[in-house]
């Protein structure tokens, strides 16, 4: 079972708190928003992981070394000074993850969810967890129909930043070339592809400055955030 976990995006949004740290080493509840991340997966039985670099990569690759403190095994995949975006990355990534299905997180929410419980359906080569839309994203990404996500419709929902996919979904993809995950998520879902389910607990992309703050109150973490895993 393996996973990759993104985390080499920029954080602009979180400036100037991502100007000397990458986002995923912010520190929420005495725990960097990676280290709740890894040890969400290794609690659901997912030991195989590979985190994504860029920004401030090697400051990443030191603090959480090679993932046997948190009872996993961690591969790094380094896409140099310009991040490919989700889907890009995943591209690169797929040395690693073969043969899948694999899950894919984002480095920065916070939530509860199950891991263990997301799985492909026969039907399906991807399958993505959608949540109630929070105050920054109202209008939504997708609607479902039963399990199926659609491109259509109402109501709305927000793409949860954690997914299932199967391998050959990216295998024809240039390799290096930086594409977003969001057209292809709308293409599998025309294609009647994507499954999808709503998740009503916790969960937060802390992503804004008024995200993180109200993170930042509930875990009852300093402002100031630490470098430690």
């Given amino acids: 079972m393996k996973a990759l976990i993104l985390a080499a995006g920029r954080g602009t949004r979180l400036r100037p708190l991502t100007d000397l740290m990458p986002k995923p080493l912010l520190v929420l509840g005495e725990e960097t928003?990676?280290?709740r991340q890894i040890r969400a997966l290794a609690q659901a039985g997912i030991c195989e992981l590979v985190i994504n670099l860029s920004y401030r990569g090697d400051m990443i690759r030191k603090t959480?070394?090679?993932?046997?403190?948190?009872?996993?095994r961690i591969h790094y995949s380094d896409e140099g000074a310009t991040p490919l975006e989700t889907a890009g990355g995943i591209r690169r990534a797929l040395a690693f993850l073969r043969p899948g299905p694999f899950w894919v997180v984002n480095a920065d929410l916070v939530t509860d969810f199950p891991y263990a419980t997301?799985?492909?359906?026969?039907?399906?080569?991807a399958r993505i967890v959608l949540v109630p839309n929070p105050p920054h994203h109202p209008e939504g990404d997708f609607a479902l129909d039963e399990d199926r996500v659609r491109d259509f419709g109402m109501p709305r929902f927000t793409f949860a930043g954690i997914g299932i996919y199967?391998?050959?979904?990216?295998?024809?993809?240039?390799?290096?070339?930086?594409i977003p995950l969001a057209p292809c998520l709308k293409q599998w879902a025309e294609?009647?592809?994507l499954g999808g389910a709503v998740y009503p607990g916790l969960w937060r992309d802390v992503g804004t400055p008024e995200s993180w703050r109200i993170a930042c109150e509930q875990f009852a973490t300093p402002k100031s955030p630490k470098g430690s895993g």
């Fill in 33 to 35: 928003l990676l280290a």
């Fill in 64 to 72: 959480i070394g090679s993932g046997e403190r948190y009872g996993v």
């Fill in 118 to 125: 997301l799985a492909l359906h026969a039907d399906e080569a």
């Fill in 166 to 178: 199967a391998a050959h979904l990216f295998e024809k993809m240039p390799p290096d070339v930086p």
């Fill in 191 to 193: 294609a009647g592809i």
